[in-house]
Structures are given as C-alpha cells and as structure tokens.
C-alpha cells in the first residue's frame, strides 16, 4: 500500500521524467505486489538521470577551465 494516492505516485513519476511505459510497467508490478521489481525499476531511472548529471558536470568543468585560463590571461595582460 501506498502512502500517496495513485495520482500523487503518478505525478511524481512524470515529474521524475518516467515516460508513459514506464508508469504502466511500475503499476503493472505494483498489481502484483511486486516490490522488488519496481524498486529495480525506479533505481534503473535513477541510475540513467544520474549519469546525464555526471556528463553534464564534465561539461560546465571545461566550462570552467576555459573561463579560469581566460580569466588568467586577461590580468596577465592587465598587469603588463
């Protein structure tokens, strides 16, 4: 049993960026009372938009290098 309402289990689904699919497979497991599965099913998503963050992360990194070695470069000339 739930401690949200089906609505409130399925907005939060949606809000997490589960796609249709996936709502109707983790309330096909929970009919079955199969815990288990949808517990693989939500650490799965959690393990997908945990690694965009990480690639992500990388990216504002070289973001950041580029900006400090122009930042470095700029009061180099300043100080000229």
């Given amino acids: 049993m739930y401690?949200?309402?089906k609505n409130e289990v399925e907005q939060n689904l949606k809000d997490a960026g589960c796609n249709a699919e996936m709502?109707?497979?983790?309330?096909?497991?929970a009919g079955e009372s199969d815990?288990?599965?949808q517990k693989?099913?939500?650490?799965e998503h959690r393990k997908k938009l945990l690694n965009r963050?990480?690639?992500e992360e990388k990216k504002i990194s070289c973001l950041d290098y580029l900006i400090f070695q122009l930042d470095r470069k700029h009061n180099a000339v300043r100080t000229m």
């Fill in 23 to 29: 709502i109707r497979e983790f309330f096909t497991y």
């Fill in 53 to 55: 963050v990480h690639k």
């Fill in 35 to 37: 815990i288990d599965r």
């Fill in 3 to 5: 401690y949200l309402s």
């Fill in 40 to 43: 693989e099913l939500l650490e």
